[in-house]
């Protein structure tokens, strides 16, 4: 039995979605003539309480085309120093939008609307790049899967209003925040001009992103997202996985969330463990003990079939999904039970 917790992207479509996949009408979406992915982009539109959605091939494009439609080339954004925007998305602020960014010192990839203030140049003064655009992430990857108080979002977005620039919200793993926090949809929509959604991470879909936005903001998202490359045809194949995702994967969320906590819990009983970051939701990050090698855990990892992945400064990751079964957790507890150091 193969236990894969290094990404919640490692998910395979159940039969009920191949199902709806295969079954999906479909049309030449370049020409907007998918029938199935016209009704999710509706469909997520109205979920967020936005007039227009734009499905992608991935996250990260999805992200890089609000980019590039919030900014001109020289202007500077403002993200934490952990976001995705600027760790893991190949560099593709200043490739595609010619922009810099301002990182922020958050904490686990959050950060308050006072160290945005201080971050915002001052839009008179030429001899600084225009600060245009701030970034949140929410759930946070790199900050271990950390949801945002709702209150500082709202501060954020007002102090954005104020100082004329545009908010983007990195929601790729929004649907986790949603459920651990019981929030809404709707609520996100209200704050910001732009959010990106991921259905292939927890919602288990094999691909596919959305960008979510008001009429006039989006009026040339098809446009970037033709330049970057991904305007696709017949794609109504993987909004049909989309779509079967919303209905049957959401709610299941808080089970990815419960055996995370009690990875949580267990790891943080055991003897060579130094640290686990509080659990939130399906992402646990720890620290092993200085005397315990980082290859030496892994290996006895591997022995068992069990993987995780290092997230470099001696953290590792484990990251619960659709895909990681009652049968898997219970041996993944026995086996990192019984680890001797
Ligand atoms: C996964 C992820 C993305 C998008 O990644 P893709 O692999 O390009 O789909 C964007 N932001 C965050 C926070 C992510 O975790």
């Known amino acids: 039995m193969r236990i894969d917790l290094r990404s919640d992207t490692v998910t395979k479509p159940s039969p009920g979605m191949i199902k709806a996949m295969m079954t999906a009408s479909v049309g030449d979406d370049v020409y907007k003539e998918d029938p199935t992915v016209n009704a999710l982009e509706d469909r997520v539109a109205d979920m967020f309480g936005k007039s227009k959605a734009l499905f992608f091939p991935s996250g990260s494009m999805a992200n890089q085309a609000a980019i590039k439609l919030h900014t001109n080339p020289g202007d500077q954004l403002i993200c934490d120093k952990y976001a995705h925007v600027y760790n893991y998305?190949?560099?593709?602020?200043?490739?595609?939008?010619?922009?810099?960014?301002?990182?922020?010192?958050?904490?686990?990839?959050?950060?308050?609307?006072?160290?945005?203030?201080?971050?915002?140049?001052?839009?008179?003064?030429?001899?600084?790049?225009?600060?245009?655009?701030?970034?949140?992430?929410?759930?946070?990857?790199?900050?271990?899967?950390?949801?945002?108080?709702?209150?500082?979002?709202?501060?954020?977005?007002?102090?954005?209003?104020?100082?004329?620039?545009?908010?983007?919200?990195?929601?790729?793993?929004i649907w986790n925040a949603l459920i651990a926090k019981d929030e809404t949809a709707n609520q996100y929509g209200h704050m910001f001009d732009s959010i990106s959604v991921c259905f292939s991470k927890g919602l288990g879909s094999p691909v596919g992103s959305i960008l979510i936005g008001d009429d006039d903001f989006m009026k040339d998202a098809i446009r970037i997202r033709k330049i970057l490359g991904g305007g696709m045809r017949q794609v109504g194949y993987l909004a049909a996985a989309a779509n079967f995702a919303l209905d049957h994967n959401l709610e299941r969320l808080?089970?990815?969330?419960?055996?995370?906590?009690?990875?949580?819990?267990?790891?943080s009983d055991l003897p060579f463990i130094k640290t686990v970051e509080a659990v939130e939701t399906n992402i646990v990050i720890f620290e092993l003990n200085a005397s315990v090698s980082e290859i030496d855990f892994m290996t006895a990892l591997q022995n068992s079939n069990i993987h995780a992945i290092g997230m470099g400064g001696g953290k590792l990751r484990m990251v619960t999904h659709l895909d990681y079964t009652d049968a898997m957790h219970d041996h993944l507890l026995k086996v990192l039970e019984a680890l001797k150091f």
């Open 89 to 173: 998305e190949g560099g593709g602020a200043s490739f595609n939008s010619g922009v810099s960014c301002k990182l922020l010192e958050g904490h686990r990839g959050m950060f308050t609307a006072d160290q945005v203030l201080a971050a915002i140049n001052p839009p008179d003064f030429y001899h600084s790049p225009l600060t245009r655009l701030v970034a949140v992430e929410n759930t946070t990857n790199k900050g271990g899967g950390a949801c945002w108080d709702f209150f500082e979002i709202k501060k954020i977005g007002e102090l954005c209003q104020s100082n004329n620039l545009g908010y983007h919200l990195d929601g790729a793993r």
């Open 254 to 267: 808080k089970d990815d969330h419960e055996k995370a906590k009690e990875i949580g819990i267990l790891l």
